[in-house]
T-cell receptor, first 113, second 117 residues
Framework: DTAVSQTPKYLVTQMGNDKSIKCEQN?????MYWYKQDSKKFLKIMFS???????INETVPNRFSPKSPDKAHLNLHINSLELGDSAVYFC????????????FGPGTRLTVT | AQSVTQLDSQVPVFEEAPVELRCNYS??????LFWYVQYPNQGLQLLLK??????LVKGINGFEAEFNKSQTSFHLRKPSVHISDTAEYFC???????????????FGQGTILTVHP
């Protein structure tokens, strides 16, 4: 069973388009995260939700909008895609009291042309 | 705020040799420390963590790390590496107090470990 899954695995799209990435976890965790890994492999947190409530919102363009329909799902919608949005996006989950031990999904490689 | 510096971007080593991947951190609050591993085209997997207690922590795949508070370091070691250890390794910290940043991981830049036969 996949613990943290993301769809799609690869996403190629043109500038200006709107796209979504979906994430689901079956670990019973109450907190989920989105990270961006750039071309230099640097990982930076974007958002975190705890029980559907936004708790971490880093300096991210408002073209990025996370949505958590329930605590097992956290989706990322990106409007008006730009070249600089090309990256690998990782979803992760944990318990709020999990001391930072997070479980990561396989990643979604987004390429904007 | 926290920051993490991994002192080596790449570490080549021969199979069965020992290896050390270096990590230093900076934080105004007490932190938990982690090492994650990323195999090619995969997500991150937790190798080990330091929460409290003994400063020497053991993780999966024969890795261990030592927390040194005075030097604000958390270096990762393995006495004998295998080809299968070839991957990128990330050091990370998170605040260990409450508040909105609790659980927020700050990562280092990563160290690519390449094990040669």
């Amino acid at each position: 069973d996949t613990a943290v899954s993301q769809t799609p695995k690869y996403l190629v799209t043109q500038m200006g388009n709107d796209k979504s990435i979906k994430c689901e976890q079956n670990l019973g965790h109450d907190t989920m995260y989105w990270y961006k890994q750039d071309s230099k492999k640097f990982l930076k947190i974007m958002f975190s939700y705890n029980n559907k409530e936004l708790i971490i919102n880093e300096t991210v363009p408002n073209r990025f909008s996370p949505k958590s329909p329930d605590k097992a799902h956290l989706n990322l919608h990106i409007n008006s895609l730009e070249l600089g949005d090309s990256a690998v996006y990782f979803c992760a989950s944990s318990f709020r009291t999990g001391y930072g031990e997070q479980y990561f999904g396989p990643g979604t490689r987004l390429t904007v042309t | 705020a926290q920051s993490v510096t991994q002192l080596d971007s790449q570490v080549p080593v021969f199979e069965e040799a020992p290896v050390e991947l270096r990590c230093n951190y900076s934080s105004s609050v007490s932190v938990y420390l982690f090492w994650y591993v990323q195999y090619p085209n995969q997500g991150l997997q937790l190798l080990l963590k330091y929460l409290s207690g003994s400063t020497l922590v053991k993780g999966i795949n024969g890795f261990e790390a030592e927390f040194n508070k005075s030097q604000t370091s958390f270096h990762l070691r393995k006495p004998s590496v295998h080809i299968s250890d070839t991957a990128e390794y990330f050091c990370a910290v998170s605040p260990n107090a409450g508040g909105t940043s609790y659980g927020k991981l700050t990562f280092g830049q990563g160290t690519i470990l390449t094990v040669h036969p």
